[in-house]
């Protein structure tokens, strides 16, 4: 569980990566003003019956940090440590993300403070559907749009659309069905969404490795998180002819200096609910895992997992930030001046958020994509925005993701030069 002191340094965190974009370009008070909070913040509390038949009060959020490009834009999270800070700084990050890609998005997120675990299908399906019915208003295909994100998938999403849709009129319906994206394909969702994130976190490593002259081929990997961008990071890298020696998720740590097998450690991670037990591996303690001397570390779990109190056993030369904040600001420091190579998250796991405007089109134009359409597409986004942050990196002499969040905030502060301030 997510204490509330490091949530807070979270929101602290990324108050400050935003506050230094700032001073970097200048940026007009007023216009840091708006960015430096969210304009909506939400807390409903909301009964669910249990299959026992007694009544839970359950707390969710949904914050709107920034709409200036376009729909609030932000996945669901359900997770036991969830809370209003958390929730900040992931709206806070999910404006900078889909500013960076250039996507017609502001950032959102938001969330039910619960284990999904410990609950039956038939209890979550009634959490999703309360929760989204008390959203209300607060969302809509053109106003707000949610969308999976940990302890949430395409299940989650389709009861959350079909609750949606239900409190529309008739002609409304069919328009409305891009409410949230991360759906089932048979609901409208797209191909390729599922791996989107961890695929968009291989293709800026492969950026990188370019940026580098260098090639992946032979490289190893340690992936903290097997879950749905764990997994499909794995995937993806292992096609680049990456060698993954390391895999973490909550059962344990499995390590082979000789290559996982990726196909067969996921049928067994599905079949026994994690990777430990895997064979053949050794079973590594999750301070050995951070320590392994390899090439690339893809945090893709939780974030604060890097911290000054870890830091200094980092040996991999290049870590791909696949979860949302897994360095810390200290830890994050001594990475740069060691002269590691940090793909920062807003770029490093946006593939996501790219897909899911992807999705977004689709549905609008009523038109239907094939994977590898998808697959190229995002390929070509991940690497125009990494190309971007690549210039201004050499042209400012700073870090990857001082680089990533002044290419954002230069969008941010231009739109809002154009637009102007209503009155």
Sequence with gaps: MTDTGSTARLCEEAAANVAQAAAAIDMEPKVRSILARPMNELIINFPVERDSGEYELLQGYRIQHNNVLGPYKGGIRFHPGLDLDEVRALATWMTFKCALLQLPFGGAKGGVAIDPGAFSE??????VRRFTHSLGQNIGPEYDIPAPDMGTDAR????????????RGPGERQNARRVVTGK????GGSLGRDSATGRGAAYALRHLYGELDRTLEGQSAAIQGFGNVGSHAAIAMSELGMKIVAVA?????????????????????????????????????????????????????LEAQITA?????????????????????????????GGVHVIPDIL????GVVVSYYEWVQNKTSDKWSAADVDARLRDAMWEAADRVALTRA?????RRQAAYIEAATLLQSVYGLRGIFP
């Design 122 to 127: 038939a209890e979550l399906e009634r959490v």
């Design 156 to 167: 989650t999403m389709g009861w959350m659309k079909d609750t949606y849709l239900n409190s």
């Design 184 to 187: 089932p394909v048979e609901l």
């Design 249 to 301: 998720d909550v059962s344990g740590v499995v390590h082979d200096p000789a290559g996982l097998d990726i196909k067969k450690l996921l049928e067994h991670a599905q079949d026994r609910g994690g990777v430990a037990g895997f064979s053949p591996a050794d079973l590594l303690t999750a301070d050995e895992f951070f320590a392994l001397d390899v090439d690339v570390l893809v945090p893709a779990a």
């Design 309 to 337: 109190a870890n830091v200094d056993s980092i040996r991999a030369r290049a870590i791909v930030e696949a979860a949302n904040g897994p360095i810390t600001a200290e830890a994050s420091a001594v990475l740069e001046h």
């Design 348 to 351: 490093a796991n946006a593939g």
């Design 395 to 399: 042209a400012r002499g700073c870090s």
